[in-house]
């Protein structure tokens, strides 16, 4: 799924234009310069280029950040169901006719990139990429070029079949078909495309991007080449380049070998603007009646209004703010529905990657023959509230937490790659939703505005539908429609591409073989410096601050020992957590940007052994401490009651996600369940224990609310009396300051007889979690499988080691991916190592159970091959890269707090990071002993269709 875009740059276009030479070895102009300007959301500047000969356009976002990032991105309307641009998005990184070249899957295992992948939106697609290495950025960038422009899918069709759709002795299998299929077993995909079909019956959002799991196999071949050609012109596209990089080189790179060898297509009028919004203007709401494949299952209904114009930067703005405001648990706007029992839950939707921009109330768990009523409750409950106006307080709440995400935004990981997306949005949508934009729509947001938006845009918008789903068993005995049989074709005769290859580049020698760096150049790359962290005390409260850089945002950790609390309460414990966290139980005039409660099993580095946690976190703008403070003392006080309302929301929220996650959540938290005893605890906390805990609570929930009250009540009272707390902080010096000033009310919320104590460790053993007794957990929609298989590191005679973790990465992209993704047809398939000992095959979207299991029991036997060592060279560069991106400063807020309690220990991380450079091939033979150990301990588990 596409990530949420709320930051998007603005491409101004200058009135002057100007030449521009990338190096002197060129003798004419290149690139002409279209605009400069500040970009202060990337602490930088920005250029904007246009490629003279090809139009492709090129924009630079120059800014001291050295993980360097490439995003070239292609305006790709969505004209039907087929999914052709999300099948071209995973075809093109295949492999490219043009250089010998190698596929995606070796790229992300066999370089020290950061990121790399590639994403179909509804109106355009990008590709992405980012490395903190500038050399193989560049090479990077060839090989994304390279496959892009010049792919091998478009000769062999045999990619097209893998990818896309292909028909055999099974049935349909694909690895786009078999995501898509994964993507409706929710009711939630089957709603939205029910929700944009009837607001946008004639235009082209009616249709998913994705593609319908029916109308995959219509697609033929010659489509897919002939929507490759359309769309993937260099004058259809926009480049971006982030980050502190040598811009000549790259720029005359991607002119010299690719934009000037691909002349501009004038005929090419499809990619211009978008026509995907048509809709009718007459007054009555569109109604559409629509129902998924369940036996059992919840109705739904989504009212949808075509809220705004995207290319009104200001308004997309205004109304997301609004959006956020309607919603559920933060306003109570549509409070009516739910007490009188029309609805479990209300929340609201905003999508601004589109044209227009979409707005929708979605009820959960209604009764569909009273829609009229609930969509004219809406109706009122919306016209008192803007009749009546907002609680400044809470609007006042709303802004700030906008303001903070302007701030909190440049604390997160891969700045430069959402920055490409960003990027892209604007060029497709003419101008940008960007950090201008959002301050200038938390300035004018008012309650005038919050009135007439209400009634203009909600309640009197022609542009508005409303979406009823509800179950419906297929009829029995119904026979699955069947296409020809398409073999999987792989076309090795030349043909003509559809651009030429010069002459001078035929014969050039390969570019894209990525050069693994040896073991004594990686010796040479020293370790990332962890930040700088100190104890401290406020009368008798231990603190403990991480000093890092964080933008002008802080952040105050709580970590509560839950040793103490009995068997019968953890479930209680974790609702706790949650609802502390929930917005709802915020004072009005509270001033955070974000909270998050949660219980876990923290697991000391290179150990067994594990302590329950309760973890509790604000963030906020270095000006909001005294109000953080505040409120963590609002939410710890002890004679606060819990709000019924809030309990009963979360119930029913925590039980619609789970159920819509079961097949790959329940098996996973099955099989660590068996491997060991943290992971029994993990199964009482989020497995399906804690799914039948909650489940059982919702169905009787009135009756059973006095004791579920009294046990929050005992839970709070059992962490605050009999276990100690450690505060940590992470923020500046001078932002640490002002916290220590105001924490004196932190410290009176606990007896003075715990202070100065430390977290208790270890679980007590009193403890009689029973593992799972079910290795199948059926879903009602689920058409595919996660299909698990584990063991313990421990139990096969080893320990979690840096050689072992290059062993995995290996297995991932050399062996299971193509075994399970390309030919079993499967989304995903990973190895993953926990610190602790267990070991985890995963797959997803998973369409053979039996031949995954089949290519598991393979793993041995792929392992005592001779290995290909310089191969295994770019493997142990991948893995080194990995293990030193955490600790870049975004991923280690709370380093201080997770040493001083054991979660991380330096010298553990250093021992692993020192196998890992000192690995070689020789240790595939060894650990193939050990995984054939893993394997015999024949811990499984299959979520998906009923057994």
């Known amino acids: 799924m596409p990530p949420t875009i709320k930051h998007c740059l603005f491409l101004l276009i200058c009135f002057s234009f100007f030449r521009f030479h990338p190096t002197e070895t060129f003798s004419a102009p290149v690139y002409e310069v279209v605009s400069q300007l500040g970009a202060p959301q990337y602490d930088g500047r920005e250029t904007h280029y246009r490629h003279i000969s090809s139009g492709a356009s090129v924009l630079y976002i120059e800014n001291a950040d050295t993980e360097r990032a490439f995003t070239i991105g292609f305006k790709t309307r969505t004209r039907d169901d087929t999914g052709v641009n999300h099948i071209i998005e995973h075809s093109l990184l295949s492999g490219s006719t043009h250089y010998e070249s190698k596929p995606f899957t070796w790229l992300l295992n066999h370089s020290g990139a950061t990121f790399l992948n590639a994403m179909t939106f509804h109106d355009f697609t990008v590709y992405t990429l980012a490395s903190r290495d500038e050399t193989e950025y560049r090479k990077l960038i060839t090989a994304y070029m390279n496959d892009i422009f010049y792919p091998a899918a478009i000769l062999d069709e045999g990619i097209f079949r893998r990818e896309g759709w292909r028909l055999g002795e099974d049935g349909y299998n694909g690895t786009v078909y078999n995501e898509m299929k994964g993507v409706y077993s929710t009711d939630d995909a089957f709603l939205r495309r029910a929700a944009y079909g009837a607001l946008f019956p004639d235009g082209e959002y009616c249709f998913d991007s994705g593609g319908l799991p029916e109308v995959i196999p219509s697609l033929t071949y010659e489509k897919f080449k002939m929507a490759y050609d359309l769309n993937y012109r260099p004058e259809n596209a926009l480049i971006v380049l982030y980050g502190k990089q040598d811009i000549n080189s ?40 629509a129902s998924y494949p369940a036996k059992d299952g919840i109705s739904s209904m989504a009212i949808s209004y075509a809220a705004c114009d995207r290319s009104d930067p200001a308004s997309a703005a205004r109304m997301e703010i609004l959006a956020d405001l309607l919603d559920d648990r933060n306003a109570a706007v549509f409070g009516d529905i739910i007490k009188r029992g029309l609805a479990a839950r209300v929340h609201t939707e905003y999508n601004s990657m589109m044209e227009q921009c979409v707005l929708s109330i979605v009820l959960k ?22 009749d009546a106006g907002f609680d400044e307080k809470r609007v006042a709440a709303v802004l700030h937490q906008y303001t903070y995400n302007l701030a909190a935004v440049k604390n997160e990981a891969h700045r430069g790659i959402d920055a490409g997306i960003e990027a892209m949005s604007a060029f497709v949508y003419g101008q940008a939703v960007d950090e201008s934009a959002y301050r200038k729509a938390i300035k004018t947001f008012d309650q005038a505005f919050i009135k007439e938006a209400v009634e203009n845009c909600l309640l009197n918008n022609p542009r508005t539908s409303a979406a009823v789903l509800s179950p419906e068993q297929p009829p029995a005995g119904q026979a699955a429609s069947t296409r020809p049989a398409q073999k999987v074709i792989a076309y090795t005769e030349p043909r003509e591409m559809p651009f030429p290859i010069p002459d001078d580049q035929k014969d050039t020698a390969p570019l894209l073989k990525l050069k693994a760096r040896q073991a004594d150049q990686i010796r040479a790359v020293a370790p990332p410096t962890p930040p700088a962290y100190r104890t401290d005390s406020r009368s008798g409260v231990k603190l403990i601050h991480t000093n890092l850089n964080t933008h002008g945002v802080s952040s105050i950790h709580l970590y509560m020992g839950a040793s103490a609390l ?48 309760l973890h509790l976190t604000l963030r906020g703008l270095d000006s909001d401490i005294p109000s953080m403070v505040k409120t963590y003392a609002a939410l710890l006080d002890p004679g606060a009651s819990p709000d019924k309302r809030i309990v009963r929301g979360y119930l029913t929220r925590v039980k619609l996600a789970m159920d819509s996650g079961f097949e790959n959540q329940m098996p996973l938290f099955g099989c660590l369940a068996r491997l060991s005893d943290a992971g029994l605890y993990e199964y009482e906390i989020n497995g399906l224990m804690y799914y039948q805990f909650v489940t059982g609570l919702l169905s009787d929930f009135d009756h059973v609310w006095p004791d579920i009250s009294n046990n929050l009540a005992a839970v709070k009272k059992t962490l605050l009396d009999d276990n100690d707390a450690v505060f940590s902080f992470t923020g500046s010096e001078d932002a640490y300051k002002m916290f220590r000033k105001h924490s004196g009310v932190l410290a009176a919320l606990f007896p003075e007889s715990n202070k100065e104590a430390s977290c208790p460790a270890g679980a007590p053993a009193a403890y009689n979690i029973p593992a799972p007794a079910v290795s199948v957990f059926p879903a009602a929609l689920s058409q595919t499988y996660a299909v698990i298989q584990g063991g313990d590191l421990k139990k096969a005679g080893s320990s979690y080691n840096g050689a072992f973790l290059v062993t995995a990465s290996l297995l991932n992209y050399d062996y299971l991916w193509p075994l399970v993704r390309d030919e079993g047809g499967a989304y995903g398939v990973n190895v993953s190592v926990l610190h602790d000992g267990p070991v985890l095959l995963r797959s997803y979207r998973d369409p053979h159970k039996e031949k995954t299991f089949g290519v598991y029991k393979g793993i041995p036997a792929f392992l005592r091959q001779p290995p290909d060592e310089e191969g295994f060279a770019g493997v142990r560069a991948h893995v080194l890269a990995e293990w030193d991106e955490q600790f870049q400063p975004h991923r280690l807020w709370d380093y201080g707090a997770e040493t001083e309690l054991g979660i991380i220990n330096m010298d553990v991380l250093n021992r692993v990071r020192f196998e890992i450079i000192y690995s070689q091939p020789g240790d595939l033979k060894y650990d193939a002993e050990i995984w054939d150990k893993i394997l015999k301990q024949g811990v499984t588990a299959v979520g998906g269709k009923a057994e």
């Not at 934009?259 to 499809?270: G, T």
């Not at 829609?371 to 409950?381: G, L, N, V, Y």
């Not at 957590?577 to 949660?598: C, F, K, M, N, R």
Request: glycine share 6%; aromatic share 6%; proline share 6%.
């Open 566 to 613: 009995p068997q019968s309460l953890i479930g209680y414990a974790q609702i706790l957590a949650h609802i502390l966290a929930d917005e709802g139980v915020l004072p009005l005039d509270a001033s955070i940007g974000e909270i998050q409660g949660y219980m876990s099993a923290d697991k000391t580095m290179g150990y067994s052994e594990f302590t329950p946690r």
């Open 365 to 386: 768990g209604i009764d569909t023959s009273k829609a009229k009523e609930i969509k004219a409750m809406a109706d009122t409950c919306l016209q008192r509230a803007a």
């Open 250 to 289: 790259v720029l005359a790179l991607l002119d010299k070998d690719y934009l000037s060898q691909i002349p501009r297509r004038m005929d090419n009028k499809d990619h211009l603007p978008i026509s995907g919004c048509k809709v009718e203007s007459s007054p009555p709401a569109r109604w559409v009646y």
